[in-house]
C-alpha cells in the first residue's frame, strides 16, 4: 500500500512539472492573508469539476506562494484522504456526463468536525480558468463538447490546456469555515447540501464575474435584434412613416445593427492585453490601480456600468486592461462612430466597442435599434462601459453630464430589473498626456482634428517620451434599485410598456449628477498634480525650492488630515521625491544660482499645466475659497465664513462637481478651518475669531499661494452676476450672457497675463447660469430674457469679499455704465 501511495506521488509530481513547463498563471488572491487562512487548522481545496491538470495546476501555486499543498493527506488521521475534493463527478470515459454528488472526502471532515474529533477545517474554492474565453451560445463545438453530456471531456481539457495554457488564470477565494456551516443546527445530510449549493453559487458567481455570460455569435444576435417585438413595432411604424415596404425597413434595421453591434473576440482581447502589456509599460512607467477588490465582490452579483472620467482616447484601452488584468471581464464599450476608423475600428469592435452616432434626432428607427441592443446587453448581464461627460475634457475638469446613455440604461432596467444594476464610477488620470497641447489648440479656438488611423503612428513615435504614470481608481458604486426607492418611490409600479415616464429625466438628470460627483470624490492625486498646483499659483510660476517643498508639505498634510473622501488616493512620495519626478519628466526646469535653486515652468507648459491642475482642483476647493476670505480680510468669525461660503458653494459645486449636500458642506468647512489653524495658516484669536497671519510671514505667502487655486473659478462667477446686474432685469437673454462674460474673461487674461485658455471656456459660464437658475436666484423667460431679485446682488456683495481690489476693479470697470444698485434691484 505505502509503494502504491509513493509510485502516485512520484507520477503525480513529475506530471506536475511537466504541465507547468508549458502552462504560464497568472495568479489571484493567493496569500495566506488574503485567504484567511488560520496555520493551527487543517485546510482543504475545493474545485468545481473534476481535472487532473487544475489539481496538477493548484499544487504548484501551493508550493510556489508557501501554502498547504493539495495533494498531501488533511491530517495523521486522514491518511489516503488528500486535502483537495470535487464537487461534480464526471461518469464514463469517453462519452462523460456530470453527475451532482457529494464528496467523501468532505463527508468524512464534516462528521469529524459534527463529532468534535477536529475543531475546524478551513475550505478554500479555487478555480481555474484556462484562456478565460466566453462560450458561444448556438456554437456547435459547445454542443459536442458540452460539460452535461461531452465527447471526451478529458481530450477537451487537453486541447483546452494546449491551446489556452499560456494564458492561464488561477483564482484562491477566501477560507470558508466548516464549523460555522455546522452550527447552524442542520441535520448532517441538510448540512452537506447546504455546502454543495453554498460552493456551487460561489463558482457560478466567480466564473460570471471573471469571464462573463455566454456570447451570441453576432449574426445571431442581430437576428435576435431584429425579431423582437419591441424593434418589429418600430420596423412597422418605419416602413408606414416613410411609405416603404416592411422588407426595406427590416433591411434598414439591420444596417443599423450591424453598424451599432460589438463582435466580441477573446483573440482580439489577448492581442491586445500582450500589445498593451508592452505598451503601457513603454509609453507609461506602468498603471497604478486602486479600490479594485470591491469591484470584483460586485460583479459576482450585478451587471456592472462602468462610468468613468473622458481624458484620453487610450481611456478605452486602459479601463478593459486593467479590468482584464485584474481577472474581471472586459465591458462593451459604447464608442462614438467617429472612431470607426479601418483597421482601428475592426480591433475595437472585437475588443468590445459598439458603436453610436452622435445623434439619434430624426431617426427614430435608428434610436429604436440602439435602444434594444443596449436592452440586449443589459438583460443578459454583460458589463458595459460608457463615457458619462460624452466627450473628452479639454480643460482637465470633469464635464457637465451627458444623459443620453444613462437615459436608456434606466430605461432598459425599467424593462427588466430581476438581475440588480451597479454603476460602478471610474477615476482615470495621467501624469503626462498624449493630447494635451491638441486640446489647448482646441481651447483657443483651432478646428478640432478629425481622428485618423496615422493617429496610431504619431502615438508611437512618441514612445522615446517619459509619460509617467497612469492611474486608474475606482470609486463608491451607485445601485440602481437603492437610487431609484430614494429618488422615485413608487418606480416598482411602473408600466414596462410605458418607456419614457414622466419621472424619468428628473431621476436621470440627479443620478448623473451622482456620478460625476462620485468620479470626482475618486480622484488621484499625483506628483505632476501638486506641482502645478503650486506653481501655477505664484504670479511667475516659479518658487524657490525651500518655498516649494514647504507648500507641497503643506498640501500633503492637509490632504492627509482632511480626505476629499474615503476613496481618494494621493501619492505616497515626499515633496523632495515628488519635485524631482516631475522634473524628470521635464515639466518643470531647475534654474540655480548663489541663493540656491528655483523651480519654473515656461509659458507653453505652464498652459499644459493648468491641465493637470484642474483634474483636482476641486480637491482643494474649500481651504482655497477660505484662504480667499483670509487674503482679502483681515478677521473675520467662524459664523461669518460658513455663511460666505454656504452662499458661494452651489456655484462652486456646479463647476466643480462636488458631493456635498449643505450640511454636510458646513461641516468639511468647519474641519477644514480647525486643520488650517493646526497647519498655522491662520491664526485664532482670545476672541474666538480668526485672523490672517502676519503679512510678512511664511505663513501669509502659503495662504496667498493656497488662495489662487481657486480664486478664477470664483471670477468667472463675479464677472457672470456682474454683467447680469449691469444689464438690468430682463434685459439680456441667456445666450448673450454667456457671450459677454467669455469676452470679458478674454479680456481680462490679456490685462492680467493670464496664458490659460480654459479661463474663458464658454461652457463654464453657461453652467454659472444654470447654477443661478436652479438656486431660484434667476428666471429665464420663453424669449430667453433674464429676470433676477435682490439675492443676485447680495451674492455679488459676498463675492466681492473674496477677490482683490485689482481684480475687482478689472471687472467692474467695463459693466460699470449699466450697473444698478441694490436698492433698483427687483425685489
Request: glycine share 6%; proline share 4%; charged share 25%.
Amino acid at each position: 500500500m505505502q509503494k502504491s501511495i509513493t509510485l502516485n506521488r512520484v507520477v503525480f509530481h513529475s506530471c506536475r512539472k511537466i504541465l507547468s513547463s508549458w502552462v504560464k498563471t497568472t495568479v489571484r488572491n493567493n496569500s495566506a492573508d488574503s485567504l484567511k487562512i488560520d496555520a493551527s487548522k487543517p485546510t482543504c481545496y475545493v474545485f468545481r469539476h473534476r481535472s487532473l491538470s487544475d489539481l496538477l495546476i493548484l499544487e504548484n501555486e501551493c508550493i510556489k506562494a508557501g501554502l498547504p499543498r493539495p495533494h498531501s493527506v488533511i491530517s495523521h488521521n486522514n491518511e489516503g484522504e488528500y486535502a483537495f475534493f470535487y464537487l461534480g463527478q464526471q461518469e464514463g470515459f469517453i462519452f462523460q456526463r456530470e453527475r451532482p454528488g457529494v464528496s467523501r472526502t468532505l463527508e468524512k471532515l464534516l462528521e469529524r468536525v459534527e463529532k468534535n474529533d477536529i475543531d475546524d477545517v478551513q475550505i478554500i474554492p479555487v478555480s481555474v480558468f484556462w484562456g478565460r474565453t466566453p462560450d458561444k451560445e448556438q456554437s456547435a463545438l459547445k454542443l459536442l463538447f458540452d460539460w452535461n453530456f461531452s465527447l471526451g471531456g478529458r481530450f477537451r481539457k487537453f486541447l483546452a490546456t494546449l491551446l489556452h495554457g499560456r494564458n492561464t488564470l488561477v483564482h484562491f477565494s477566501p477560507a470558508l469555515s466548516l464549523r460555522k456551516l455546522t452550527d447552524e443546527g442542520y441535520d448532517h445530510q441538510r448540512t452537506l447540501r447546504k455546502i454543495g449549493r453554498v460552493l456551487r453559487v460561489h463558482f457560478r458567481q466567480l466564473s460570471t464575474s471573471i469571464i462573463g455570460p455566454d456570447l451570441s455569435h453576432r449574426r445571431t444576435l442581430v437576428n435576435g435584434l431584429i425579431n423582437s417585438p419591441h424593434l418589429q413595432r418600430a420596423i412597422a411604424e418605419e416602413a408606414k412613416s416613410k411609405n416603404i415596404t416592411r422588407e426595406e425597413a427590416e433591411y434598414a434595421a439591420k444596417t443599423y445593427a450591424d453598424e451599432i453591434a460589438s463582435d466580441f473576440s477573446f483573440s482580439a482581447i489577448r492581442f491586445l492585453d500582450i500589445v498593451l502589456t508592452w505598451f503601457w509599460n513603454k509609453l507609461y512607467n506602468g498603471v497604478s490601480i486602486h479600490n479594485i477588490e470591491p469591484v470584483k465582490e460586485l460583479a459576482k452579483t450585478h451587471t456592472i456600468i462602468y462610468v468613468p472620467c473622458h481624458r484620453s482616447h487610450i481611456d478605452y484601452l486602459l479601463l478593459s486592461y486593467v479590468l482584464y488584468y485584474q481577472g474581471l471581464t472586459p465591458p462593451h464599450i459604447a464608442a462614438g462612430i467617429n472612431l470607426n476608423m479601418p483597421f482601428v475600428g475592426k480591433i475595437l469592435r472585437k475588443s468590445g466597442a459598439f458603436f453610436m452616432r452622435r445623434t439619434f434626432k430624426g431617426n427614430p428607427l435608428y434610436s429604436s435599434v440602439f435602444h434594444e441592443y443596449m436592452y440586449t446587453l443589459a438583460s443578459r448581464g454583460f458589463p458595459m462601459e460608457y463615457f458619462i461627460e460624452g466627450g473628452r475634457s479639454r480643460t482637465g475638469r470633469t464635464l457637465s453630464p451627458k444623459t443620453g446613455m444613462l437615459s436608456i440604461s434606466l430605461r432598459s432596467y425599467l424593462r427588466d430589473n430581476r438581475r440588480p444594476v451597479s454603476f460602478v464610477p471610474v477615476y482615470i488620470g495621467y501624469e503626462k498626456l498624449l493630447e494635451v497641447g491638441t486640446y489647448l489648440g482646441e481651447l483657443r479656438g483651432k478646428t478640432k482634428k478629425k481622428e485618423s488611423p496615422l493617429d496610431i503612428f504619431r502615438t508611437l513615435a512618441a514612445l522615446n517620451d517619459n509619460f509617467g504614470k497612469a492611474w486608474v481608481n475606482f470609486g463608491n458604486p451607485i445601485h440602481l434599485d437603492k437610487f431609484l426607492d430614494q429618488a422615485v418611490p413608487h418606480w416598482r409600479q411602473a408600466n414596462p410598456d410605458d418607456l419614457k415616464p414622466a419621472w424619468l429625466k428628473g431621476a436621470t438628470d440627479e443620478l448623473a449628477r451622482k456620478i460625476v460627483s462620485r468620479i470626482n470624490s475618486a480622484a488621484t492625486i499625483n506628483p505632476v498634480n501638486l506641482v502645478a498646483m503650486a506653481l501655477l499659483s505664484t504670479p511667475r510660476h516659479a518658487l524657490g525650492e525651500q518655498e516649494l517643498l514647504l507648500q507641497l508639505d503643506t498640501y500633503t498634510s492637509l490632504l492627509r488630515r482632511m480626505p476629499y473622501s474615503n476613496k481618494t488616493v494621493i501619492t505616497d512620495l515626499k515633496p523632495a521625491a515628488m519635485i524631482a519626478y516631475v522634473e524628470k519628466l521635464r515639466l518643470i526646469t531647475r534654474q540655480s544660482d548663489s541663493l540656491g535653486d528655483i523651480f519654473r515652468m515656461n509659458d507653453k507648459t505652464a498652459v499644459q499645466m493648468t491641465y493637470y491642475r484642474n483634474n483636482v482642483l476641486h480637491i482643494f476647493a474649500i481651504p482655497s475659497l477660505i484662504s480667499c476670505l483670509f487674503v482679502n480680510n483681515n478677521r473675520m468669525s467662524r459664523k461669518e465664513v460658513l455663511r460666505i461660503c454656504s452662499i458661494l458653494y452651489p456655484y462652486l459645486s456646479s463647476e466643480l462637481f462636488i458631493e456635498w449636500r449643505p450640511r454636510a458642506f458646513l461641516k468639511v468647512v468647519s474641519q477644514s478651518l480647525n486643520a488650517m489653524v493646526d497647519s498655522g495658516l491662520i491664526v485664532r484669536d482670545g476672541t474666538a475669531r480668526y485672523v490672517k497671519p502676519d503679512t510678512a510671514s511664511t505663513a501669509s505667502i502659503q495662504l496667498s499661494v493656497f488662495s489662487r487655486a481657486i480664486i478664477q473659478t470664483l471670477e468667472r462667477f463675479y464677472m457672470t452676476i456682474s454683467i447680469l446686474i449691469s444689464h438690468g432685469n430682463g434685459t439680456i437673454e441667456q445666450g448673450a450672457l454667456e457671450n459677454r462674460a467669455r469676452d470679458l474673461a478674454q479680456r481680462l487674461s490679456i490685462i492680467h497675463g493670464l496664458n490659460a485658455p480654459e479661463f474663458f471656456d464658454k461652457s463654464l459660464f453657461k453652467g454659472f447660469i444654470e447654477a443661478l437658475r436652479k438656486e431660484k436666484m434667476i428666471e429665464i423667460a420663453q424669449n430667453n430674457a433674464i429676470t433676477f431679485d435682490h439675492q443676485v446682488i447680495q451674492a455679488a456683495e459676498e463675492a466681492f469679499k473674496v477677490l482683490g481690489s485689482e481684480i475687482r476693479h478689472s471687472i467692474e470697470q467695463p459693466t460699470m455704465s449699466g450697473a444698478i444698485s441694490a436698492e433698483q434691484a427687483p425685489h
